[in-house]
């Protein structure tokens, strides 16, 4: 189905992190964070390359000791706290253009922060993006704990709804009754390429749904739900793509540093 279509996974790492220090190297179930967003995207059928864009050299050195490519270093001015994600795409593509002539037909996102992932989950989302020529880009979402239509504000010291609807009181409407929403997570994202070089956007306007089961959709911006993931992997018995299910060996038989938690 992609025989004639270049896919390249990208897994955005860089190295700060003040919610949790060396997050992207630390471990959880015994591997590196980025290892399970890298083994994600070793492990799809249709995805030609994974690549990791980072800042870092220990990252790098890890993410190569996994199986990822890192052909380049991220540059500075991309790589602090206050960086978006649409730079670090434009500026791989561009250096996978311009120095190995390669221009990616879709690209694929695999935030660290969302490591469990169900096998198939890549592909499902790729083959949405390519059974749909009109759509932009593929996001994954799961249904929301928490229904906006009971959300409030504060203005003043007073509470106001926070979103303005049909309804003159969602709020106090049963939940039954209110339209089902969703959570965007960070498992997955399926972006053409036109739509990062010509829309100037990791969207577009016409945004299909991938849809993560509510069990795995665990971000990981605290200590709290890092252990809560740790529990999940030991407990659970969920279908997860790890590193050591992957079909590339050689990610397990390189070297790589034990990062102990601090």
């Known amino acids: 189905m992609s025989a004639n279509q270049k896919i390249v ?3 955005p790492a860089r190295g700060g992190s003040k919610s949790i220090p060396r997050k ?9 964070l980025l290892a399970y967003s890298i083994a994600a995207g070793l492990q799809s ?3 030609d390359r994974v690549l990791v864009s980072t800042d870092c050299p220990e990252i790098a050195g890890i993410a190569r000791a996994f199986g990822a490519e890192v052909p ?3 540059p500075g001015e991309i790589s602090g706290d206050t960086a978006t994600d649409f730079p670090v795409f434009e500026h791989a593509l561009r250096w996978l253009e311009e120095q190995e002539g390669y221009l990616a037909d879709f690209v694929v996102q695999l935030r660290p922060t969302s490591p469990l992932r169900p096998p198939g989950l890549v592909d ?3 083959e949405a993006l390519l059974g749909h020529p009109g759509a932009d880009s593929v996001r994954g979402v799961t249904p929301s704990g928490q229904n906006p ?3 409030w504000r504060i203005e003043q010291g007073v509470l106001h709804p926070l979103l303005q609807t049909e309804w003159p009181e969602p709020y106090n409407m049963p939940r039954q009754a209110l339209p089902d929403t969703f959570w965007q997570t960070g498992h997955i994202e399926v972006i053409r390429q036109e739509t990062i070089r010509d829309k100037k956007s990791l969207t577009g306007e016409v945004i299909l749904p991938c849809m993560v089961p509510p069990e795995y959709a665990i ?3 605290n200590l709290y739900q890092w252990d809560f993931a740790e529990h999940v992997l030991a407990n659970w018995n969920l279908e997860v793509v790890t590193p050591e299910k992957t079909n590339h060996a050689k990610t397990l038989s390189g070297s790589w540093r034990i990062v102990p938690y601090t």
């Open 45 to 47: 059928a249709l995805v």
């Open 124 to 126: 499902q989302a790729i």
């Open 219 to 221: 971000d990981l911006d």
């Open 72 to 74: 380049f270093l991220r």
């Open 149 to 151: 239509f009971k959300m």
């Open 24 to 32: 992207n190297l630390r471990l959880l179930g015994g591997f590196p």
């Open 9 to 11: 996974a990208i897994v």
